[in-house]
């Protein structure tokens, strides 16, 4: 079958797994009934353990779904840990449903998935050998991606039913009330293990920081948690800010970060109280410094920024440019301290931040969002999980969420050293062109059509050089040439899923 | 049929509502399927309104389940503005579930009951014109009445499934984010009304303080609610500290107080990191000011102090005295502020202070709770419902889960007035004697047998006046004579839920 974006999906697998095809962007006012967790009841006074093994012994059993946070990024060392010991135990067939994979933990999901010990994944994304692995076919069901809206919505809804969550956090008492802000492994905001803390059936911290009783404020309660295990180190906040969260020198970078800020600035949407998110990725993280001149230029102020909590969001924070900063996840060791010295930067879930099917998350009060993109087709369409060689190399993340802001900007590189960025046909649709509104790169922007008063307000910018997306695919094809189509097995290794659970597009695996 | 107590129930009523008879205060580890609300999906942008009556039409029908909070208590002004729009709609037979009823709420409920609107009540307690009407037999439906950690615990596993609550708050922005902390009504925690929030399927703000979005600290998010109402007032937390949470002069209340203080200064668990809870209620307020002085002068600290926060729990934190307060509630404007004031004042929500059927509550963590009653009887069991007229003119409220403090002192006069407080039979049973440990009167104390240990520990301690239970009872017979039994007829007009959702007793209409 094809969605509504013309993207083909399996047959077999989407009937088999009862999933719907992308039709819309829009969400309207479907009723849900939530699902919640099964709950063994304790008196909380024998949750401290230190035998790790024991504890996975107790709670995980074979083809149950078990989960993990990514707020450490690759300073995580919570992952490698508890799946060592699941696999010493000869555990089977789990599903692997953590809020992302990162590179640290890529060695051990391959040997996880080659000796059976995990069968299934779903997750935001994944990098590195082990995107490259999965890509050339080692798993046997496809991987269901998911943004961070989407996940939270999945776990709200029941789509994803977590048996037991492993969770790293920087301090906890004895009885599991802890948060993300103090102790040697802090990282600030809890954001995405918020989800599973609530929703999980059986909720195991690890900690390196056993903190008095009762330990306050905590952003998971001892209400939620069966145990708590100690161990000698749960991760390296100085790790956070490395990969796709570290700040640009580029001077290209620089120069789509300045246009971006000039859409921003000359669009309706920059007045006094306004809303942005500026999400990772080179270009998206420097349009903070240059947002924070612009605004004093034009003595305005931001109502909030929102998202991954960057250096640059902190700074504008403190000078009083922006009220509140509302944070699912620090991408980096600043933005984590500040998180427990600010009363101001709120640390919000998944779903707050997020879940398409909630009464009414931040992103839909977003004004602003800056992302970024791997390929965008002449429909703007965005890939942000596949490379040029179909090789899955990246994350949903929150981009499929952001864009649904009034203003939804990509900027990325027209092309990357022989690889056009603008194309006709994108490897894989993950957020459709229908949210986004603006594409910038360092050679000019292009506005998609179905947004007149965004063309009407930039067309006359002398700083803007504004051409059709097709101008824009045109002038990458005559850098870098045609490229040729890739070829593929039968074989579907991913399904993503668009944030309100529908397929937007299918993986294959990629033919060597 | 009898339950363990030897109270009677009534067969025909039990069966109906598949209620099972009260066994023991103890727990154990049942696995429970938790239940969540039906949530109807928006985007947020149009919560707020400022017609009350067109959001209860839109929201309410004919049979549903409706809450409210009693935070305000006789300051609440919500309770009456709701009502009034729901019986102007002529919508009958609701049920209404709010966590408690006071005073203010009394005429109106009267009437509600009288013309249909309400037939079915569950609530913590009530007092008043209410009580004495509901014990004469106007609801047809008898009351259910729980404690506060038994309607978490009824929320949390679907008893009470809540289709509407309205929730008074002193701020909230356009979307619902709202906390009790800032403005002209503000009232510190918003511990009961946080399960409502969460497991209503609709929830209807109503605030006289909208604020910027998007609004900080959220102890209610916007994910959770469905409409923000504009009112003029909301209520007058200057009467939050009226009635049951009046500061004593009573010298009788004092000589007890002091008594208390001993009790808790002479046995195992007055050391360094002691929690306590006090309560409400003449002498078990002005304990906290005597432990003050016992804490200096054994240089020693506690770690958590627990329940409805009172000026002088608020006096102990501020002093270094008490780690951190745990605050399900506050019971006068000082503890209020404090909470905003003061990061080691932690807001909880009643699940994690109470509910006996989670992962370990607060109270599973009490080491000493004082608390107050109306009667107590030979085995220790305790009434703080009805009067000595068989009357309703009490509340449940946290009595049953405090008790499970590893030590739990009631204090109470022997006799109040012509009324004996210590007696052979109690008119209701609220908490069973199985988990209250020592009795406090003006007269002298009594101790559970089951407590040999603390039998030890007080009878030679100069300052307490050691009795059997059966000998203070005698004395309080001796002082006043013995009681008529109460007439009754066979109408039952309350059922008395343990913490467990067993039922510990039931009310019978009082014959005039």
Redesign the interface.
Known sequence: MENKLGRNLPDKLMNELHFKPFETTK???????????????????D?LKDDLKQVVKKNVKDGMTISFHHHLRNGDYIFNLVMKAIMDLGIKDLTLAPSSLTGVMNDMVIKAIKNGTVTNITTSGMRGSLGDEVSHGILKNPVIFRSHGGRARAIENGDIKIDVAFLGVPNSDR??NANGMEGPAAFGSLGYALMDAAYANK?VLLTDNVV???N???SI??????DVVKVDQVGDPNKIGSGATRFTKDPKDLTIARAVNQVIVNSQYFKD?FSFQTGSGGAALAVTRYLRQAMLDNHLHA??GLGGITKPMVDLLEEGLV??L?DVQDFDKAAADSMKNN??Q?EIDA??YA????????V??LDIAVLSALEIDTDFNVNVLTGSDGVIRGAVGGHQDAATAKMTIICAPLVRGRIPTVVDHINTAVTPGQSIDVLVTEFGIAINPNRPDLIKQFQDVPSLHVYTIEELAKKAESIVGKEEPLQYTDKTVGLVEYRDGTIIDSIRQVKD
Not at 27 to 45: D, E, L, M, S, Y
Not at 221 to 226: A, I, S
Request: charged share 20%; aromatic share 8%.
């Open positions: 969400i309207g006012n479907p009723v849900f009934q939530r699902t919640a967790p099964k709950v063994q009841v304790q008196n909380g006074h949750k009885c599991g909720v008095d009783y009762p306050t404020p905590a309660r001892q209400t939620q948690v069966d109280g109502s909030f009220d509140k509302m009363k101001n709120q779903s707050w879940d398409p099917d909630n009464k009414g998350s931040m839909a009060q």
